[in-house]
């Protein structure tokens, strides 16, 4: 592989030879902030110059400005004075490593065009070849949300890896071997930073101080400020704060090894260590870790493929169910056919139970009687007129007065007319308070419900599902749950009223219509009937689109730095883009729908005018009042607008609906972990007197159908004994510990002291 890696660079030196031979980043004076203004400065007159070819370490104490200048470089931070100048394409490690929710491959590829050569060079300089071996898919494995199946080291190796294949003129390495074991760290350093990226330019940030002297230039900062620069052993030399602090590196690297005589490695031969050298720092290392390679050799896997095997998705021939295993998001669930009798249950008994429900709907109805009851009131007013009050004689004509005021039972009709209007008021108050308490109330509920079976979720749910659809739950659902549902549900049950008081008063004054509005309705429910399948499935495709739309952002926010060194912005705000108009999609269907209806509806509310009104001149005016066909046609009049306008309402609440049986199925089918507190297991008041752990025959896996990751392990931690793991799965034992993943198998147990 070693001469692969100088093929590989000998075919970039011919590929690159009409390059400018000076890509450099160049900070002169530089003097810079973080971004919001109020900030303080966190470098001060930086001057630092990076010849192409160069390998540049960068090192200092915690918070001394080391990733401020990466940071700076980047434009990320606020140019206070002076300039920086970049020549040349950047590829950057952060710190934390960002990954992406997709295959190891694509995560390595960012976008660019497959290179078999190149790819095989970064997965073996990277000490990925091993890892992707075990994956039950090879390189196809699919990874979660930052990198959440994956432990430290192999997410910054990943990161390493993507940056290598991206084949930049720049590198920004912050870092990048902090999160990986130092047999690992050696590796990366020399097959990676020193042979395959020999002839690019390298800014190295590190607390590795043992790779410094292996660097062309090193600059230690110090308080934001450069205190040195130079090479290795000119700093030396000088016997400044560098020098101090490679002394006290080594001292501590000899107290290590002297501490570290007495300790058992379980008959794993140990090669002796010979002397410390001070000028040769890679030897100290190799010698002091001799022992915990000899150590992990012997768990190293059987029958490792070649990197072309890898390439092609792991070991040859591989399964379908284990493709299957490698596909770790799961697909959103996606209700279909009508609107479930549970949903609605769920919502009412949310909401305070059937009685609590029952109370506002008849809230709704007293407020529309009493509506209607004040209406007919007065056109039984004025139908009385003056009540045959006489107000005069002309000779022998007795003159009887045409204005209402003067009938004799005034006071009488004013008093119930004022009546009506006061129990209209009352009740309008009483329907908004109990329907304002109780949809709160539903929607609080929901909201503890949904997030307490979260919350309470095991480890596995979080691994296959991804943030943005939890924050679509969270966000979207809950404020439609919130906002839009009281509001639509609001509306359609006050216009039903009205509707139903309209139809009432029309046949109450012409019986006949009751004949015509008959076919009418079959008509309106044929169209309702086929209507409201297309919308809700809309409105469910509006919910489920959205997800990949906010899993998207959250990602892009979090990886905004690295997107923006690869220059990946126009890529990502492409895909940006292609989701909302996914999202959009269903939502422009969803108005185009209403618009369909709304003209449908239209041609049946106008025959239905069309007929009162004809009723109206047709009737002689001894067989049906004035006021009365009046008032049937003032209702006529009003339904024209307000008949399609229900409909809408009954079909985009039963649509909005869906968010509540959302919500409903995390409730229902979210798998809870074990009880916090197990009554029959509970320990002897006074425990722990000390902390031991036990674990007796543990066996775990990370969700059903994997592997399992520990098989039998038997472990023993006595009151105030030390334990150094040295071997693989150090980390999945510390989760078993936590319970964060039940075991599949055995126990975990305290002694009880």
Same mark, same amino acid.
């Given at each position: 592989m070693d001469k692969n890696i100088q093929s590989y660079n000998n075919r970039k030196t011919g590929e690159t030879e009409n390059h400018q031979e000076s890509e450099t980043i160049k900070l002169d004076s530089m003097t810079v902030e973080l971004i919001p203004e109020e900030f303080t400065d966190v470098l001060f007159n930086i001057h630092l110059t990076l010849e192409k070819g160069c390998l540049m370490g960068v090192c200092g104490s915690v918070g001394s400005g080391k990733s401020s200048i990466i940071s700076a470089i980047l434009g990320q931070m606020k140019l206070v004075k002076g300039e920086i100048a970049v020549d040349g394409s950047v590829a950057y490690v952060a710190q934390q490593a960002w990954i992406l929710n997709a295959t190891i491959k694509e995560n390595i590829l960012f976008g660019k065009d497959y290179d078999e050569e190149r790819y095989n060079l970064a997965i073996h300089v990277c000490n990925l070849s091993s890892d992707i071996q075990t994956l039950p898919a090879g390189d196809e494995t699919e990874v979660g949300e930052r990198g959440i199946n994956l432990s430290g080291g192999q997410k910054q190796r990943l990161s390493m890896a993507r940056a290598l294949y991206a084949d930049s003129d720049i590198y920004l390495l912050d870092d990048p071997l902090s999160a990986v074991d130092s047999h690992v760290g050696h590796h990366i350093f020399k097959h990676c930073i020193k042979e395959a990226l020999a002839e690019k330019t390298v800014l190295f940030v590190t607390h590795q101080l043992q790779y410094l002297n292996q660097c062309d230039q090193v600059v230690l900062v110090k308080d934001g400020r450069i205190a040195e620069k130079g090479t290795h052993e000119s700093m030396m030399t000088a016997d400044g704060d560098y020098a101090n602090l490679i002394k006290s590196f080594h001292g501590d690297i000899e107290e290590d090894m002297h501490d570290s005589d007495g300790l058992d490695y379980e008959a794993v031969p140990e090669d002796p260590s010979p002397p410390v050298n001070h000028q040769s720092l890679s030897v100290i290392l190799e010698n002091q870790l001799s022992v915990v390679i000899k150590a992990e050799s012997h768990l190293s896997l059987k029958n490792v493929g070649s990197i072309s095997t890898i390439v092609s998705g792991g070991a040859p021939d591989i399964p379908q169910d284990a493709i299957n295993i490698g596909q770790l998001v799961e697909a959103e669930e996606q209700e279909t056919g009508n609107i479930s009798w549970l949903t609605y249950k769920n919502y009412f008994m949310a909401a305070g139970g059937y009685t609590i429900s029952l109370f506002v709907l008849v809230s709704f109805i007293l407020q529309s009687a009493s509506i209607g009851f004040s209406n007919w009131w007065l056109s039984y007013w004025i139908s009385q007129g003056s009540g045959n009050t006489t107000t005069g004689q002309i000779g022998n004509i007795t003159v009887i007065s045409n204005s209402i005021t003067d009938h004799p039972q005034l006071e009488m009709f004013n008093l119930v007319y004022g009546s009506s209007v006061l129990i209209i008021l009352l009740f309008t108050c009483i329907k908004g308070f109990l329907f304002m308490k109780t949809t709160l109330k539903a929607s609080s509920n929901l909201h503890d419900r949904v997030f307490v079976k979260v919350a309470r979720s095991p480890m596995r749910f979080f691994d296959v599902t991804p943030t943005g659809r939890i924050l679509n739950r969270f966000s979207k659902d809950l404020d439609e749950i919130d906002v839009r549902l009281p509001f639509l549900t609001e509306q359609f049950l006050q216009n039903l009223g009205q509707i139903l008081l309209s139809m009432v008063m029309i046949s109450f004054v012409f019986q006949w219509f009751i004949i015509a509005i008959v076919p009418l309705l079959v008509f309106f429910m044929f169209i309702n009937k086929w209507f409201r399948v297309g919308v809700r499935q809309l409105k469910r495709l509006d919910n489920t689109t959205r997800s990949p739309w906010f899993s998207h952002i959250t990602a892009s926010i979090?990886?905004?730095?690295?997107?923006?060194?690869? &220059?990946?912005?126009?890529?990502?705000?492409?895909?940006?883009?292609? @989701?909302?108009?996914?999202?959009?999609?269903?939502?422009?269907?969803?108005?185009?729908?209403?618009?369909?209806? =709304? !003209?449908?509806?239209?041609?049946?509310?106008?025959?239905?005018?069309?007929?009162?009104?004809? @009723?109206?001149? !047709?009737?002689?005016?001894?067989?049906?009042?004035?006021?009365? *066909?009046?008032? =049937? @046609?003032?209702? =006529?009049?009003?339904?024209?607008?307000?008949?399609?306008?229900?409909?809408?309402?009954?079909? #985009?609440? #039963? *649509?909005?609906?869906?968010?509540?049986?959302?919500?409903?199925?995390?409730? #229902?089918? !979210?798998?809870?972990?074990?009880?916090?507190?197990?009554?029959?297991?509970?320990?002897?008041?006074?425990?722990?007197? #000390?902390?031991?752990?036990? @674990?007796?025959?543990?066996?775990?896996?990370?969700?059903?159908?994997?592997?399992?990751? !520990?098989?039998?392990? &038997?472990?023993?931690?006595?009151?105030?004994?030390?334990?150094?793991?040295?071997?693989?799965?150090?980390?999945?034992?510390?989760? *078993?510990?936590?319970?964060?993943?039940?075991?599949?198998?055995?126990?975990?147990?305290?002694?009880?002291?």
């Amino acid at each position: 592989m070693d001469k692969n890696i100088q093929s590989y660079n000998n075919r970039k030196t011919g590929e690159t030879e009409n390059h400018q031979e000076s890509e450099t980043i160049k900070l002169d004076s530089m003097t810079v902030e973080l971004i919001p203004e109020e900030f303080t400065d966190v470098l001060f007159n930086i001057h630092l110059t990076l010849e192409k070819g160069c390998l540049m370490g960068v090192c200092g104490s915690v918070g001394s400005g080391k990733s401020s200048i990466i940071s700076a470089i980047l434009g990320q931070m606020k140019l206070v004075k002076g300039e920086i100048a970049v020549d040349g394409s950047v590829a950057y490690v952060a710190q934390q490593a960002w990954i992406l929710n997709a295959t190891i491959k694509e995560n390595i590829l960012f976008g660019k065009d497959y290179d078999e050569e190149r790819y095989n060079l970064a997965i073996h300089v990277c000490n990925l070849s091993s890892d992707i071996q075990t994956l039950p898919a090879g390189d196809e494995t699919e990874v979660g949300e930052r990198g959440i199946n994956l432990s430290g080291g192999q997410k910054q190796r990943l990161s390493m890896a993507r940056a290598l294949y991206a084949d930049s003129d720049i590198y920004l390495l912050d870092d990048p071997l902090s999160a990986v074991d130092s047999h690992v760290g050696h590796h990366i350093f020399k097959h990676c930073i020193k042979e395959a990226l020999a002839e690019k330019t390298v800014l190295f940030v590190t607390h590795q101080l043992q790779y410094l002297n292996q660097c062309d230039q090193v600059v230690l900062v110090k308080d934001g400020r450069i205190a040195e620069k130079g090479t290795h052993e000119s700093m030396m030399t000088a016997d400044g704060d560098y020098a101090n602090l490679i002394k006290s590196f080594h001292g501590d690297i000899e107290e290590d090894m002297h501490d570290s005589d007495g300790l058992d490695y379980e008959a794993v031969p140990e090669d002796p260590s010979p002397p410390v050298n001070h000028q040769s720092l890679s030897v100290i290392l190799e010698n002091q870790l001799s022992v915990v390679i000899k150590a992990e050799s012997h768990l190293s896997l059987k029958n490792v493929g070649s990197i072309s095997t890898i390439v092609s998705g792991g070991a040859p021939d591989i399964p379908q169910d284990a493709i299957n295993i490698g596909q770790l998001v799961e697909a959103e669930e996606q209700e279909t056919g009508n609107i479930s009798w549970l949903t609605y249950k769920n919502y009412f008994m949310a909401a305070g139970g059937y009685t609590i429900s029952l109370f506002v709907l008849v809230s709704f109805i007293l407020q529309s009687a009493s509506i209607g009851f004040s209406n007919w009131w007065l056109s039984y007013w004025i139908s009385q007129g003056s009540g045959n009050t006489t107000t005069g004689q002309i000779g022998n004509i007795t003159v009887i007065s045409n204005s209402i005021t003067d009938h004799p039972q005034l006071e009488m009709f004013n008093l119930v007319y004022g009546s009506s209007v006061l129990i209209i008021l009352l009740f309008t108050c009483i329907k908004g308070f109990l329907f304002m308490k109780t949809t709160l109330k539903a929607s609080s509920n929901l909201h503890d419900r949904v997030f307490v079976k979260v919350a309470r979720s095991p480890m596995r749910f979080f691994d296959v599902t991804p943030t943005g659809r939890i924050l679509n739950r969270f966000s979207k659902d809950l404020d439609e749950i919130d906002v839009r549902l009281p509001f639509l549900t609001e509306q359609f049950l006050q216009n039903l009223g009205q509707i139903l008081l309209s139809m009432v008063m029309i046949s109450f004054v012409f019986q006949w219509f009751i004949i015509a509005i008959v076919p009418l309705l079959v008509f309106f429910m044929f169209i309702n009937k086929w209507f409201r399948v297309g919308v809700r499935q809309l409105k469910r495709l509006d919910n489920t689109t959205r997800s990949p739309w906010f899993s998207h952002i959250t990602a892009s926010i979090q990886g905004r730095s690295t997107i923006n060194a690869f &220059n990946k912005k126009q890529d990502f705000l492409k895909s940006f883009q292609n @989701l909302m108009d996914t999202n959009s999609m269903p939502f422009f269907l969803f108005g185009l729908s209403m618009r369909w209806l =709304a !003209l449908r509806l239209d041609m049946i509310t106008i025959v239905i005018t069309s007929v009162t009104a004809l @009723l109206v001149v !047709l009737m002689p005016s001894d067989v049906i009042p004035p006021s009365l *066909a009046g008032l =049937a @046609l003032a209702y =006529a009049i009003q339904m024209t607008g307000l008949f399609q306008f229900t409909v809408r309402l009954s079909t #985009e609440t #039963e *649509a909005h609906m869906t968010s509540v049986e959302r919500i409903n199925h995390y409730i #229902e089918n !979210l798998e809870s972990e074990a009880e916090s507190v197990v009554k029959t297991s509970r320990p002897p008041s006074n425990w722990p007197t #000390e902390g031991a752990i036990k @674990l007796d025959r543990l066996y775990m896996k990370y969700r059903p159908g994997l592997p399992m990751v !520990l098989k039998g392990v &038997n472990f023993n931690i006595k009151p105030k004994e030390k334990n150094w793991h040295c071997w693989a799965h150090r980390f999945r034992q510390v989760i *078993a510990w936590y319970i964060s993943v039940s075991s599949s198998g055995g126990r975990i147990g305290p002694y009880i002291h």
